[in-house]
Each structure stands twice: as C-alpha cells, then as structure tokens.
C-alpha cells in the first residue's frame, strides 16, 4: 500500500524519532533532578515523580505541536463494550504466555536486569503499583497511540505506521527484554487503535500487561510458595516440565488467535 500524502499531519517519521529522543532526555534530565530527594521520599515515590515528569512534560510538548499544526487534538476514551474488553484482556494475558514469555526466555539476563524487571522488593508498593499499572499505561498510549500512530496513520500505511510506532514503542524502555514485548503487544495495540480509533482499548491492553509485569515483581520479591526465586527458574521448570510447556504454549496461542479474530468481528460491526 502506497504511503498517503499528507504533509500537514504530526509526527511525520522523523519527528516521531525526536519524540523517543525527547523522553530519553527528559528520563536523564528529571532522574538526575529528583534523585536527592530520594531520602526524604522514597525510592518509588521519586520514581513517580520523575516518571510523570518525564512523559507528562514531554506529551504536554507533542501535544501543543500537534495542535498547531493540524489546529485539532482529539482523543477518543471511548471505551466499547464489555466483550470487546474481555476479548483484549483474554488476548493479552494469552500472548504474553504463548509468545513474549518463550522469545525473551531465550536471552539471557544479568543479575542486575533481574533486579530492575523482576524485583528485588523495593518496587511492589502503591506507588510503584500507581507508576507501573497506572500512569505508565496512560501516558504512554496518549504518545505512542494517541499522537505518534494517528499521525502516522495520516501519512503512511496502517502496516508501517504500526510497526513504526511500535518499534518506538519497544525502543523506549531501553532494554531488550522489554523491547520484544513492548513492541509486540505494541502491535496488538497499534491494530486495535487502527480498528477503532478508541484510546481506551490500548491503554486496557497496556494495563493488562504492565499488571502481569507487576505481579511478576511482586512474587518474585516474595519468593511465594517457591524454593527459589522466579529468576532462576527456567521457562520449562516455571511451566511444569517439557510436556506442559507444549500444551501451555499451544492452548496460549489458539487463544491469542481466537480471540484477535473475533475482535477483528467484533471491530467490523461498527
């Protein structure tokens, strides 16, 4: 499919890449700021802090651009119907343990990843919970959705203004753990934002995920019911064992399948 003329539409690919460049800067920038009071207020406090500092800032920048040169900022919360919900969530939790949990299972992790993606107990609180759960999600769509990919669906294919956006998507967590799964469930979002235009539906997949990601700090934090930390556990040990491993990633995938196809009905009806 050709790329679509529209020179007045914001971000075009460039700018969008000024947009991740943007966010790393304000990362270092509000980091470095906030790091004193670190003592006083704890470290997931500050991490909140700065975090919304961080994309707050750099939305309220996009936005204003966006306005002035299209003179219009739209965002549809709408939030569809409760099997459409369902479907997403279903959708969701099914790739990250039929997919992204087996393609990142295959790199190896250092100790100190580890600790930052899986917990080390200091990042389990409410307002780790509010960052993570939260304000991630929402953030996060209203600029990689709700700006970057509208506006690269005005000049581009739906094909390559979904994967452009998603890639920038992975790309802005810095780490290729959370590259590969960003930027797949990034997909996933790109496709539903494309289908329906709603941002809601894309900050619920995101919720769902960053949920998932939660819990998975909190139980490794914990070390419940576990003779070892989740960490150290293969993907076979975690899943039970080689037979259960193929019938968990097999029924995980037919769900994922399933379900994007009768979302894709769903979508069609409206």
Same mark, same amino acid.
């Given at each position: ?12 690919? @460039? #700018?969008?890449? @000024? ?7 304000? $990362? ?9 009071? #670190? ?24 936005? @204003?651009?966006?306005?002035?040169? $299209? ?29 992204? %949990?087996?393609?990142?299972? $295959? ?27 939260? %304000? ?41 753990? $959370? ?88 979508? @069609?009806?409206?």
């Amino acid at each position: 499919m050709a790329d679509i003329s529209n020179e007045e539409s914001y971000p075009n690919i @460039r #700018e969008s890449w @000024r947009v991740l460049g943007t966010i790393i800067l304000f $990362q270092l920038l509000f980091g470095i700021i906030v790091k004193p009071f #670190e003592t006083t207020f704890g470290k997931e406090l500050t991490s909140l802090i700065s975090y919304v500092l961080t994309m707050g800032v750099t939305f309220v920048i996009i936005h @204003r651009k966006r306005i002035n040169r $299209q003179e219009t900022s739209n965002y549809d919360f709408g939030i569809g119907s409760i099997k459409i919900i369902l479907l997403l969530c279903v959708a969701t939790v099914a790739i990250e343990i039929g997919i992204i %949990a087996p393609i990142i299972s $295959q790199i190896p992790m250092p100790d100190y990843m580890q600790k930052i993606l899986l917990g080390d107990g200091s990042s389990t609180g409410v307002y780790s919970f509010i960052t993570i759960v939260i %304000a991630a999600p929402i953030l996060e769509e209203l600029i990689f959705r709700g700006i970057i990919l509208n506006g690269l669906l005005k000049s581009y294919s739906p094909l390559k203004s979904i994967i452009i956006s998603s890639l920038l998507f992975g790309l802005v967590h810095l780490n290729p753990w $959370q590259f590969i799964g960003a930027s797949i469930i990034g997909i996933l979002s790109g496709w539903v934002y494309f289908k329906t235009n709603k941002l809601n539906l894309s900050i619920i997949i995101h919720m769902t995920t960053n949920f998932l990601a939660f819990l998975g700090q909190y139980f490794n934090s914990r070390d419940v019911n576990l003779t070892k930390s989740t960490s150290e556990y293969s993907l076979t040990e975690l899943y039970g064992g080689t037979t259960n491993l193929i019938i968990i990633l097999t029924i995980a995938i037919t769900i994922a399948l399933s379900s994007i196809y009768l979302l894709d009905k769903e979508f @069609r009806k409206k």
